[in-house]
């Protein structure tokens, strides 16, 4: 029969049989599917196993924090930090094509994520033979979608890397779908706060800002979406909420008025939905208390924005992301 305990205790055997003596190598993208699976790698083979964690810029606030302290100290895994926010900004400067925005984003994160590997490759030890994948079975079945960035297997050789090297990869989660994934990584102690997380895209706040990207833009960005966050787990609807993307209109200016000044500030997007794939979404119809709550608490608390709208499109036809 199926438990997580059982699933683990299975997936660990059969890891620590695989690798032997070698090195692993994993990509932590602060999603749920990397941190489990690279969890399990852990508890498999400790310290032979190297997690790499690309810091683009682009998470929601506390996001970054809660893998290098929480989960490094829940799980023990041996976390090398790339700082890279000022690269991927720089390379975003003044781009405001979302696809542009996703070739950059998945190129920099590969460029980043194989000097690390590098680094890692350099540092005596036996050789690094293995690559951690966050694989599920729906993506098994649909040979698409996974994390996004984090998804490197089809670029983990491209470019800077000794052409004879391959890594085998170990996808331990390949059997397993999301709910089931979630008690795997909750039996390894892993952060409920990362193991609970909704669906996130690898490009990150990126395409949650329509318009160029920028530093004083994602901390807006950021501000909102903590206080939707925040409200929406007060009210105990996180689980009837498939994701809740909050989006900065940053090219648009509307007029309002606080205290005795007209203001000139920005729109957010509210754009919660359900839905069983993301294939297809219906608007979430949250309670009104709520939505007023989070519309006071961004416009009294953020500055630049004076204006809450809330995203009424099923999809189709409209996507749950704006870009
Ligand atoms: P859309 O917006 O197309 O999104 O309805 C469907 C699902 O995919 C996620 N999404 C992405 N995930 N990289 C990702 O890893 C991306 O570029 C990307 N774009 C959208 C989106 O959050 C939703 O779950």
């Known amino acids: 029969t199926w438990t997580s305990v059982n699933i683990v205790e299975e997936q660990v055997e059969r890891i620590r049989a695989e690798v032997g003596d070698a090195r692993v190598i994993s990509a932590l993208s602060g999603g749920v599917d990397s941190a489990v699976s690279t969890a399990l790698v852990q508890r498999a083979v400790g ?10 810029g682009l998470l ?27 690269q991927f900004l720089g390379f975003l400067d003044g781009v405001t094509d979302p696809e542009e925005k996703r070739k950059i984003i998945g190129r920099e ?37 996974g994390e996004g960035a984090a998804n490197i297997k ?3 050789n491209v470019g800077g890397l000794p052409d004879d090297l391959e890594f085998s990869l170990i996808e331990p989660l390949r059997t397993l779908f999301k709910d089931e994934v979630r008690q795997v990584g909750r039996q390894l102690g892993i952060p ?19 318009g160029a990207v920028s530093a004083e833009r994602l901390e807006i960005l950021r501000a909102a979406d903590a206080i939707v966050r925040e409200e929406t787990a007060a009210a105990g609807l996180d689980h009837d ?7 900065l209109l940053a090219d648009v200016r509307s007029v309002g008025v606080q205290g ?11 754009r919660p939905v359900s839905s069983e794939d993301a294939m297809t979404a219906d608007w979430s119809r949250l309670p009104y208390e709520v939505l007023e709550r989070i519309s006071t608490r961004i416009t009294n608390e953020v500055d630049e924005v004076n204006r809450v709208v809330l995203d009424i499109t099923s999809k189709p036809p409209g996507t749950i992301e704006w870009e």
Do not use: C, M, N
């Open 47 to 56: 310290d032979q196993l190297t997690a790499v964690f690309v810091d683009h």
């Open 60 to 86: 929601r606030q506390g996001e970054a924090e809660q893998v290098e302290k929480d989960y490094v100290l829940a799980t023990g895994v041996d976390l090398k930090v790339v700082d890279a926010k000022d």
């Open 109 to 145: 994160f590969i460029r980043v994520f194989e000097a690390a590997e590098r680094e890692v490759l350099a540092t005596p030890g036996p050789p690094v033979k293995y690559l951690v994948q966050g694989t599920l079975y729906p993506d098994v079945v649909e040979s698409g979608g």
């Open 154 to 156: 089809s670029h983990h």
């Open 192 to 210: 409920e706060a990362i193991v609970g997380r909704h669906p996130f895209p690898g490009p990150g706040l990126a395409i949650r800002i329509v």
């Open 241 to 247: 909420i498939w994701q809740f993307p909050v989006v």
């Open 260 to 270: 005795d000044g007209r203001t000139y500030g920005h729109p957010i997007v509210l």
